[in-house]
């Protein structure tokens, strides 16, 4: 008898019919003797239906009301799951955010949870009953319904499994684990048995949504057993662990990770003195547009060109105001580019081996790809390419690093 969390995504409560699985699934749990909370998504597509019927009412809706729209894709599916399970005489009870006391502070669209209230779960639980919460939502003080940001699913389930001390997380998606990169771009990608937490972070900071960021984080905080597995077959799933030692053998890189939501600015010929990057720099956090990688060049003629990414949604917004500031620091001209693509290697075993970066350089050149940025962590290397090289670089550096199914 186990205590488990089990979230299943948007693809896996996409029909009717798919909730229907998912309940027999979880009346197998049942009578398997396990106590089970389970997380449900909004049905597929249904978030992104709901962003742009907003969209078609106002170019920028209010964050408040947003989150309020948001929020009621998961409240759509905790009431079906939950039907279903009486239909199959099992008795269930749907939670939304605010019932199950899912407390967050009040930053609409990507609010952070705060503290949740594990006594009403344990009350029901205890009455034999399967909870069944809404993902993705909660409530701040005011009483006011808030969301944790796309995907945020994730992050309901390693919370609440942290809340309630269970002794597994299990992410039920359209993929049966982790693979080496996302096998929908590379089909050689290969199953992961296990990986640590923090290469699941890079990889899932670095592009691989197929776990919210903050649900590594938080899951790693509080040391949350956490797997991955198929809602569609049976298998092991993918094993997310604390433990280095645990994975047998270190490969030199774990996983290859990529965004297509990346954009570029560049100021071309800035006066070289102190301070340009902070005024550069400045204004664009104070729009509150974060910024990723970040090149800066020493020019011969007393200029420097200043590069730096932000994510592709904040790209107008950035080259606005880096074309008010041009003028004001006397630079030449400014450049954009949002056709571009930031693919990552990651692996501990970067850490005592040289040569991972000219060996990554190696095959992007034969495949003629050119390398427009670079970055380097300790156990992450980023490089930005074209958009339309992504692809191709990820298949490129995922055979050059033998992580190809065959050749392992
Ligand atoms: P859900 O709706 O269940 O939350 P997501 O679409 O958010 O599912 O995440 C699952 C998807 O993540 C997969 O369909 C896959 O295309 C993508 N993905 C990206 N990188 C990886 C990876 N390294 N391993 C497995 N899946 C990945
Ligand atoms: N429904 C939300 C989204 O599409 C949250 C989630 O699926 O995790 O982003
Ligand atoms: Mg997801």
Redesign the pocket.
């Known amino acids: 008898m186990a205590l488990l969390v089990q979230k299943f995504?948007?693809?896996?409560v996409g029909s009717v019919e798919r909730i229907n699985a998912v309940a027999d699934r979880l009346v197998k749990h049942q009578k398997a003797g396990d106590q089970v909370v389970v997380v449900v998504?909004a049905m597929?597509g249904e978030t992104n239906r709901l962003v742009a019927l907003a969209n078609e009412i106002s170019e920028q809706p209010t964050a408040r009301e947003m989150d309020v729209l948001l929020s009621t894709g998961e409240q759509v599916t905790i009431a079906l799951l939950s039907m279903a399970l009486h239909q199959r005489g099992v008795d269930a009870i749907s939670m939304t955010g605010s019932q199950v006391r899912i407390l967050t502070d009040s930053a609409f669209s990507k609010a952070r949870i705060k503290s949740i209230d594990e006594q009403t779960i344990h009350q029901h639980l205890d009455n034999n009953q399967i909870v069944v919460v809404a993902g993705f939502q909660g409530v701040d003080e005011q009483g006011n319904i808030t969301t944790l940001g796309r995907?945020g699913s994730?992050t309901t389930a390693v919370a609440l499994a942290a809340a309630i001390n269970a002794d597994e997380c299990q992410i039920y998606?359209?993929?049966d684990g982790?693979?080496t990169?996302?096998?929908?771009v590379e089909p050689k990608a290969r199953r992961m048995e296990k990986i640590t937490f923090e290469e699941m972070l890079e990889?899932a900071s670095l592009g691989?949504?197929?776990l919210q960021i903050r649900s590594v984080e938080f899951a790693g905080k509080y040391n949350v057993p956490l797997r991955v597995l198929s809602s569609f077959e049976d298998g092991p799933g993918t094993l997310i662990t604390i433990d280095n030692e645990d994975v047998m053998e270190q490969p030199l890189i774990s996983?290859i990770a990529f965004s297509r939501d990346e954009a570029k600015l560049t100021m071309v010929g800035v006066p070289d003195i102190p301070g340009v990057a902070s005024r550069i720099l400045g204004p664009i956090s104070a729009q509150n547009i974060e910024v990723d990688m970040i090149v800066q060049n020493i020019g011969s003629d007393q200029t420097t060109d200043f590069t730096f990414t932000v994510s592709k949604g904040e790209f107008a917004k950035a080259k606005r105001v880096l074309d008010q500031l041009c003028a004001e620091l006397g630079a030449r001209e400014v450049i954009g580019d949002d056709e571009i693509a930031k693919v990552s290697l990651v692996g501990v075993g970067m850490r005592s081996h040289a040569g991972v970066a000219s060996k990554m350089f190696d095959a992007l050149a034969a495949e003629s790809i050119n390398i427009q940025m670079i970055s380097t962590s300790e156990i992450k290397i980023s490089v930005v390419v074209a958009l339309k090289y992504c692809e191709l670089a990820v298949r490129a550096l995922h055979s050059a690093f033998a992580l190809d199914e065959s050749t392992s």
């Open positions: 995504g948007g693809t896996s998504s597929s995907g994730d998606t359209d993929v982790v693979y990169t996302d096998p929908r990889l691989s949504k197929v996983g």
